[in-house]
């Protein structure tokens, strides 16, 4: 048969909007998550992390929260640019040190 | 410190050699994976070590594929006899005591 990739969920932005990239994971237990962002050629780059007992962490430009009720995490970008543009993954860790399994990811695009 | 580091960076080899691939993880960190990412899976995770041992190698997709880690600063991951369905970027990632997972910037295998 033939084979068929992943159609990765794309968000199209205008620089200097603000993004916000979805992801629901999967395993209520899971107490770490983190966000990361993958340009073509490279590996993933960590973004921000943010562990279960907290509902919202700041970075710089990104602030990532988390809604256990409904397994719901988000990646809020602040006056996103043009060098934004990547595949963003969100992953989650059950019980520290272990396995960190990925989501899909979302493709960001930015229009100049 | 200069990541995680990872050889070699491109790897072309026909169906039924051997494929090894190389990590060296950062210095200090106690856990490192390896991951496999493509277009249809996305990035799944194969084996993960702690302090050299493998912890879970329920990823690995069939026997031939084995991971070894002889110390805290090399790990290696090899495919034998390779198959065309290996090709895939391969990515190395390792952690401190849970936390700061970080990832190099793999190897692209195809399999001719």
């Known amino acids: 048969g033939e084979s068929v990739g992943l159609h990765l969920p794309t968000l199209s932005v205008q620089e200097g909007d603000n993004s916000i990239i979805n992801c629901a994971y999967s395993?209520?237990?899971?107490?770490?998550f983190i966000w990361y962002k993958q340009e073509s050629g490279k590996g993933p780059q960590f973004i921000i992390d943010?562990?279960?007992?907290?509902d919202k962490r700041q970075g710089q430009r990104v602030t990532v929260l988390l809604n256990k009720t409904v397994k719901h995490l988000s990646l809020q970008i602040a006056a996103t640019q043009p060098g934004d543009s990547a595949v963003y993954f969100c992953?989650?860790?059950?019980?520290?040190?272990?396995?960190?399994?990925f989501g899909q990811g979302t493709e960001l695009s930015v229009k100049p | 410190d200069a990541g995680v580091i990872q050889s070699p960076r491109h790897e072309v080899t026909e169906m039924g050699q051997e494929v090894t691939l190389r990590c060296k993880p950062i210095?200090?960190?106690?856990?490192l994976f390896w991951y496999r990412q493509t277009m249809m899976r996305g990035l799944e995770l194969l084996i993960y070590?702690?302090?050299?041992?493998?912890?879970?190698d329920s990823g690995m997709p069939e026997d031939r594929f084995s991971a070894k880690m002889p110390n805290a600063s090399f790990s290696t991951l090899k495919i034998q006899p390779s198959e065309p369905r290996d090709s895939a970027v391969y990515f190395c990632?390792?952690?401190?005591?849970?936390?700061?997972?970080?990832f190099g910037s793999g190897t692209r295998l195809t399999v001719v």
């Open positions: 990632a390792s952690s401190l005591q849970g936390y700061g997972y970080t």
């Open positions: 943010i562990r279960s007992n907290m």
């Open positions: 070590f702690n302090n050299n041992v493998p912890i879970d």
């Open positions: 210095s200090g960190h106690d856990y």
């Open positions: 992953a989650e860790i059950y019980n520290q040190g272990g396995k960190l399994i």
């Open positions: 395993n209520s237990a899971s107490d770490y």
